[in-house]
């Protein structure tokens, strides 16, 4: 059952979102851009990032409830798979997003404590951050942010579950931007 569950949240996962939209108008934003919603962003506009970054959470729900339904135990497996399947996509010749929107919408299935708990604190650093202490060390927010909040979020997924479904996808989508950092995961 674990292999299936991987299988199907994998190729789910495979269903970029980015480079489906761009395709469809006849491009590939993977020639200039990652095909996440921030890289949607950049390339088509707000309300085209706002649909890719809804459809690649909305594949994250699905591949969490899939585990749910059939492999309540090992959640982590879809989370896996689906984030797997997003950043080295089977359709897109292994060549994808970064996994955020699909870990989150897994991770707001399979761990929903942890995801809102993590979430809150990074929207409450941001702006924090922004406002004290940007100009200085002058790094963006974002970045920041997600290292001020993951050390939380790994102690809430230890007391309300999670940790293996955070662990699994933070896993692939520290692979991948290794890759990207080094230039061997990039653009198509």
């Not at 569950?5 to 939209?21: D, N, R």
């Not at 409830?65 to 497996?77: F, M, S």
């Amino acid at each position: 059952m674990a292999f299936l569950v991987l299988v199907l949240s994998y190729l789910l996962g495979s269903l970029v979102a980015g480079v489906l939209y761009s395709r469809a108008r006849g491009e590939d934003i993977r020639d200039r851009d990652l095909p996440g919603g921030s890289g949607t962003f950049r390339q088509y506009g707000p309300r085209a990032a706002l649909m890719v970054g809804v459809l690649d959470v909305l594949k994250g729900i699905a591949a969490g409830l899939l585990a749910r339904a059939l492999l309540p135990e090992a959640t982590w497996v879809a989370t896996l798979g689906v984030v797997l399947g997003h950043c080295y996509p089977v359709f897109f010749r292994f060549r994808g997003g970064g996994g955020i929107a699909p870990l989150l919408g897994a991770l707001a299935v399979t761990a929903p404590v942890t995801l809102g708990g993590t979430l809150l604190a990074a929207l409450v650093l941001i702006p924090l951050y922004r406002v004290t202490l940007q100009r200085r060390v002058g790094m963006n927010a974002v970045p920041v942010a997600t290292a001020l909040a993951l050390p939380l979020g790994l102690w809430l997924a230890t007391r309300t579950g999670g940790l293996a479904d955070l662990l699994a996808g933070g896993s692939v989508m520290a692979l991948r931007a290794a890759h990207l950092l080094t230039g061997r995961g990039g653009r198509a």
